[in-house]
């Protein structure tokens, strides 16, 4: 499945995919109160397939809730049959279950099968009405669904979810496989002896945003004022969330043009973020790396992760002698069974190099087997 994202051209008949979103959210608070009115009345879980049944009768005879499709009201109702679910599974973690929203903040709403076509060129039919985007790309395979979203400025956006069909074979041009790894300090560090540093565009834009926030709290509540300083605000994250993304493409690019096989430690980034926060934020490891899946798998390549578990960092490259502890502030640490010296980084990308190609199956071991240092 590949998501592809077009922005739609700025019309005056966009007025009414934002009314159909408004109409969503109000269906959304509507689904929420009725769960909470149902446990208070049974006791129990209110289910989608109720849920959606009194939603469709109610939406008869309300005008307004017409605004959205049949199609988009089912996707609301199984959103919220999600939230529940996922609350239901991990609530002694503090997931907690899905709550009101306020209208003009609701986001999207979403089309499976019906309420949309695709008229060609740059123009598709939502609705009973037709509205044109920015084509940026060409829209290959089966449509599943389509998400028209709301930006904060008022934007609006079309998702389309694409079925990419049969995966491609992995094509070996350069030969080479690397094994990298992600640290506080050093953004990405390559087993074939070259880091890559960070921008952190947060950080550079750091007094900036501080600066327009100090605006936005000054203003009026409910003022035209503190409105256009919301904006000025968005525009400021945008800015960075769009260097950002930038970035990380080109930088996709370069590394899957140079290599076949890149291999990649998993990571707990949400435990990462609770102990390092901005930082890890700044640096968004998660969203580099499904751009680096995107241009791969465009490209014919393979991103590789190996077990979280594995001790990268602690596992003598030259040996494989273990240590039983290494703390966080050593950078450099000498084997206690061959004595060699080890950068931790350096080190830690050689072995996820290793353990990545073991992954593999075994054609492409021996593909890969000429790019392992001897």
Excluded at 274 to 285: C, E, P, T, V, Y
């Amino acid at each position: 499945m590949i998501t592809l994202k077009f922005k739609l051209y700025q019309h005056k008949r966009n007025k009414y995919l934002k009314r159909s979103i408004n109409a969503a959210g109000v269906i959304y608070n509507r689904c929420i109160a009725l769960h909470r009115r149902y446990y208070r009345m049974y006791g129990k879980h209110l289910s989608c397939a109720k849920l959606q049944s009194h939603v469709a009768k109610r939406r008869k005879h309300n005008p307004f809730w017409q605004l959205v499709g049949s199609q988009a009201v089912q996707d609301i109702c199984q959103r919220i049959e999600k939230a529940y679910q996922l609350f239901f599974k991990h609530h002694k973690k503090g997931v907690r279950p899905p709550g009101f929203k306020k209208v003009r903040k609701y986001k999207s709403f979403t089309l499976k099968r019906a309420g949309y076509k695709f008229l060609g060129g740059n123009r598709v039919k939502i609705g009973n009405r037709v509205y044109q985007y920015w084509n940026s790309r060409a829209i290959e395979g089966t449509v599943k669904t389509l998400t028209v979203k709301r930006s904060p400025l008022g934007e609006l956006f079309m998702l389309v979810v694409v079925d990419g069909g049969t995966e491609p074979q992995i094509k070996f041009e350069t030969g080479k496989i690397a094994g990298f790894d992600f640290g506080l300090k050093t953004f990405l560090t390559c087993s074939e002896g070259f880091s890559i540093e960070s921008p952190q565009f947060f950080k550079q834009s750091l007094k900036a945003i501080q600066k327009t926030s100090r605006q936005h709290s000054k203003k009026v509540k409910g003022s035209h004022n503190r409105d256009l300083s919301r904006k000025n605000l968005v525009r400021a994250h945008e800015d960075i969330a769009n260097r950002r993304s930038d970035w990380f493409w080109k930088l996709a690019h370069k590394l899957t043009d140079k290599f076949d096989v890149l291999c990649f430690e998993t990571l707990n980034l949400k435990g990462m973020k609770r102990l390092w926060g901005r930082k890890i934020s700044d640096l968004a490891l998660r969203d580099f790396l499904d751009a680096l899946e995107h241009v791969a798998t465009k490209k014919n390549k393979q991103v590789v992760y190996i077990d979280p578990w594995y001790p990268s960092s602690k596992t003598c490259s030259h040996c494989g002698h273990v240590l039983d502890k290494l703390d966080l502030s050593e950078r450099r640490w000498r084997c206690l069974s061959c004595h060699a010296e080890n950068d931790r980084d350096e080190n830690a990308s050689i072995n996820i190099k290793r353990v990545g190609v073991s992954t593999l199956g075994l054609g492409d071991v021996r593909q890969a087997e000429l790019a392992i240092p001897a």
